[in-house]
């Protein structure tokens, strides 16, 4: 029997079915997208492949992959009825070849549990659109970043990054092994850059050469005359605060000290007259002691309060001079921050990187020589690293066109040329190299660049020959080819079917075919069927065992005779 999943209305079933540790998309859940109302996908190892009749909904799988890898959301999608549509991908994170770990850290995401790697996408009719990676809430370009890492999608019409020079040459480096070497050869494009742009800031005329040293000298002495200290500005604003309120102050604490001690009716003076009334009610009531205690206290307290108060009255400083002094520099701070930073450590570092570009200015002459002697030093690495780049591209060629021509007789271009023409360009971060993947598919033509290819078909097949032999080098774990063998029949089917299973051999694959020859090929088949129930119409998606599996073959050759279901069975075998 076959394993079926079915979409339900009702909450959904899933299939669970099993998966060795070379799976690296292992779980995909879709809920309320399109037909689908809920499903949870268990994906095999290997090669996987979806058929059936055109519109039963096989691009379903292909768009919400799109969307939890982090393309742009289109609420239309979202099911007739429902307020909001939900897609999870969940990958085996052991086997993937990224730097999972540091880009989970710098992104403020939770680590991967029980090594699975868990993207999760939501958006509603409202406009309301969330993504989450392993529970955490994150961007949508987060989501697209890291989808790009771990998914490569490739439908009828993605074949133009093939025609882009610098993805051209990343796919030889990849093939040659550079990668490094290209990396290091960028960090020294980067470090000139570093010093032209240190260059260019000394490059000034005459007269913005004297603008530059007059306002960085202004700038530099004004801060450093200042003598500031980052943790002053309260302590100077209490002080003024204190300073400019010392008569109230006075007054008022000498008040304080009045009512508590310095007339008659003062509270000192009735705690006396307390204080001996409750001496006579203790020697009547013996009982009364606590009362006695409790006045003590009070007293000690009053009279604590009046010797603070005294202590406090005694340093409060009524002096117009010293106010004038605070004043003053407390109004230097703010001009200060007003001009250079929003706190005292910004100025104070304001003013540091002030000193240092006064000092470059005023040694231009000298620091000009040795930027120049530190620039010549580092064009001659680049020339010398450059070439050494070069020379190894021009080693890989041959052997990338030779690659890629065979594969390409495999799938029906038996007299075909696939070179790479190598020609001097401006220095860049990827060398001093251009590169154009030309192609002539028939004999007698000269070879073309891939971008003056119109037949899709054509594209297709030189996109198939070149990941089929990328494959070892490729770090992307899991390609999905959404109909690339459009325009394709025959035996390129058969070829293109061979490809696919060849590179299922370094990498998961998942693909959707109108091909039997292609769906032969694959590890796992599933077939997706459209069909109504309880009035609303929904799709089925089913793991296909060997006897369906034949059954849906034939169903792709034209039909269910004899005849097809044989020619099924020697296409499986």
Not at 284 to 297: F, I, M, P, R, S
Not at 347 to 356: L, P
Not at 433 to 449: H, L, M, S, T, Y
């Amino acid at each position: 029997m076959s394993n079926t999943i079915f979409f339900l209305p009702n909450g959904g079933v899933t299939a669970k079915f099993s998966a060795d540790k070379s799976t690296m998309l292992t779980t995909l859940r879709i809920k309320n997208l399109a037909l689908v109302s809920d499903l949870t996908l268990e994906l095999q190892p290997g090669c996987n492949v979806i058929t059936g009749e055109t519109g039963a909904g096989k691009s379903i799988i292909i768009g919400a992959l799109n969307l939890v890898l982090g393309e742009r959301a289109d609420r239309t999608l979202i099911r007739s009825g429902e307020e909001s549509c939900s897609v999870e991908a969940v990958f085996d994170a052991k086997k993937l070849h990224a730097p999972l770990k540091s880009f989970l850290e710098e992104n403020g995401l939770e680590p991967c549990e029980e090594n699975q790697l868990v993207l999760k996408r939501n958006f509603s009719a409202s406009g309301t659109n969330r993504q989450f990676i392993n529970g955490s809430a994150t961007t949508l370009a987060t989501l697209a970043a890291i989808g790009e890492s771990l998914v490569d999608m490739h439908g009828p019409h993605d074949h133009q990054s093939l025609l882009h020079a610098g993805k051209q040459l990343l796919i030889l480096d990849a093939l040659g092994g550079l990668a490094k070497t290209r990396e290091e050869f960028g960090e020294l494009v980067r470090r000139r850059a570093v010093l032209e742009n240190e260059k260019s800031a000394l490059i000034l005329d005459e007269k913005t050469y004297a603008q530059q040293l007059d306002l960085l000298r202004f700038q530099v002495q004004e801060i450093s005359t200042a003598r500031l200290n980052p943790d002053e500005e309260k302590s100077v604003e209490e002080e003024f605060n204190r300073s400019s309120n010392a008569a109230k102050l006075l007054q008022l604490s000498q008040t304080a000290i009045d009512a508590l001690s310095e007339n008659e009716n003062s509270l000192l003076t009735q705690s006396g007259v307390i204080g001996r009334v409750l001496a006579e009610l203790q020697r009547v009531d013996a009982g009364a002691e606590n009362l006695v205690a409790l006045h003590a206290q009070a007293g000690e307290t009053l009279r604590e309060l009046q010797t603070e108060l005294s202590r406090y009255a005694d340093k409060v400083d009524v002096d117009p001079a010293r106010l004038a002094e605070v004043e003053e520099r407390l109004n230097l701070i703010h001009s200060l921050k007003r001009k250079y930073g929003t706190t005292l450590a910004e100025v104070i570092a304001f003013g540091d990187e002030a000193k240092q570009k006064l000092s470059a200015l005023e040694s231009r002459d000298e620091e000009l020589a040795r930027l120049k002697a530190a620039m010549e030093k580092l064009d001659s690495e680049i020339m010398s690293e450059g070439k050494k780049l070069s020379t190894a591209r021009k080693k890989i060629i041959p052997q990338l066109a030779k690659a890629v021509s065979k594969q390409l007789e495999d799938l029906g271009f038996k007299q075909s040329k696939f070179d790479v023409a190598i020609s001097a360009a401006e220095m860049s971060s990827s060398g001093l190299d251009a590169i154009e993947f030309q192609f002539a598919p028939n004999p007698g033509e000269p070879a073309k660049p891939l971008r003056a290819i119109a037949s899709s078909g054509e594209m297709a097949r030189v996109m198939l020959a070149l990941k089929t032999v990328l494959a070892a080098e490729d770090e992307i774990p899991v390609l999905v080819f959404d109909e690339v063998d459009a325009n394709v029949g025959g035996e390129t089917a058969n070829a293109v079917g061979e490809k696919m299973r060849q590179i299922a051999a370094k990498r998961q694959v998942f693909c959707i075919t109108h091909l039997p020859q292609v769906a032969s090929a694959a590890d796992a088949h599933y077939v997706v069927t459209k069909l109504v129930k309880n009035g609303r119409t929904i799709s089925e998606i089913t793991l296909l065992d060997k006897k369906t599996r034949v059954t849906e073959l034939a169903r792709m050759l034209g039909g269910q005779t004899a005849a097809a279901r044989k020619h099924a069975e020697a296409l499986l075998k």
